[in-house]
């Protein structure tokens, strides 16, 4: 009865959440024996059919049968919770290998097929660089904020020129100037400051290097330089990330590219420096403004006074020159007259 309770977990006895199994193990004379499993299950079965006790256990809390029937039970019920979770960590396991196979280089069979993956690289590093100058899409690293660095270049250009710009209006630069304008008086007006000695001011400032092989050599040209070179190392810093992102599987290509790239963004560097310098010696034959409002303003001093100089003249608005820039040209029915 005892034994019963306890398999039956009844009252205080220990409660086990699968609960207990009775079985018939072989005696040690039945396994000197070699006694068959079906003799063994057979005398279980008459043991628990005869037995006053345990006869009185349920089917299920009895046999080795009911033992087998209630693992397979368990394991059934456990990999059947574990299937969606294991088909989750398949697909998890699947998708990366997915996205790993995609970063492995494809198999070109022919030149055609090379040039067009060449083509499509460069093509993403184009997009991308698009995207970095227009400001497009944000990145983490501080080397692809190109226009960002480029203020802080140019920025730094002009604190370089207003650091080397004295005071024009100091004693030292007043005297200075007035010894210049000494020396060219009587060839402009007393109260403007001549072109002449504009230009010397500005020389001696701005191209205090200068010379027969360099003449817009100094603080300008050395500056620009400057400001040039460090857009050219900024930009072949982001070109060497986007390279690296792009086309890392392919070491001989990119090797390839980098050196292109270096070459191509060296050449455009020199070509602007030769361009900012033909400027500058432009500056100093003839110093020069791009404020239109300022040339608008001379133009209209002109016209006025063509326009006064005709009338005394007592020349037909017909017959007039019509002056364009520096230049006079004819009206039309003097063309036609003369």
């Known amino acids: 009865s005892d034994i019963v309770s306890r398999i039956k977990m009844e009252g205080k006895h220990i409660q086990l959440q699968m609960g207990f199994i009775a079985l018939r193990c072989r005696t040690p004379s039945e396994v000197k024996k070699g006694v068959s499993r079906e003799a063994a299950m ?41 299937i969606p979770e294991i088909k989750q960590l398949l697909n998890a396991k699947l998708l990366k290998e997915i996205a790993e196979l995609g970063r ?24 991308e660089l698009h995207d970095i100058i227009s400001g497009a899409r944000h990145f983490e690293q501080n080397k692809l904020h190109l226009p960002a660095l480029w203020v802080d270049y140019s920025e730094s250009f002009g604190n370089k020129v207003r650091e080397s710009t004295p ?28 072109s002449t000695v504009f230009r010397k001011t500005l020389s001696d400032v701005f191209f205090a290097d200068s010379s027969k092989f360099a003449p817009a050599a100094g603080v300008l040209l050395d500056a620009a330089t400057a400001f040039v070179g460090k857009m050219q190392d900024s ?5 060497d990330l986007l390279v690296d992102k792009t086309i890392e599987d392919f070491p001989r290509l990119d090797s390839f590219v980098r050196e292109r790239v270096l070459e191509l963004l060296a050449a455009k560097a020199k070509s602007v420096v030769v361009s900012v310098e033909a400027v500058f010696k432009a500056e100093l034959v ?10 608008d303003t001379v133009t209209k001093v002109r016209s006025a006074i063509m326009e006064t100089s ?26 036609k007259l003369y």
């Open 235 to 239: 930009m072949q810093g982001a070109l």
């Open 286 to 295: 003839k110093p020069h403004t791009f404020n239109h409002y300022y040339m």
């Open 104 to 127: 492995l280089a494809p198999k070109c069979a022919d030149d055609v097929a090379r040039a067009s993956r060449v083509n499509i690289m460069l093509r993403e590093i184009d997009l």
């Open 167 to 194: 005071d024009f209006l100091s004693p030292e630069y007043h005297s200075k100037l007035s010894l210049r304008l000494k020396e060219v008086q009587g060839t402009s007006l007393p109260n403007f400051m001549s």
């Open 310 to 335: 005709l009338q005394l003249m007592g020349a037909d608005k017909s017959k007039r020159a019509v002056r364009i820039g520096d230049r006079v040209t004819c009206g039309r029915d003097w063309v």
């Open 42 to 82: 057979e005398a279980e079965a008459s043991l628990f059919g005869s037995h006053p006790l345990l006869s009185q256990l349920p089917d299920e809390s009895r046999g080795l049968n009911s033992l087998v029937r209630k693992i397979v039970s368990v394991q059934a019920d456990r990999v059947e919770a574990f």
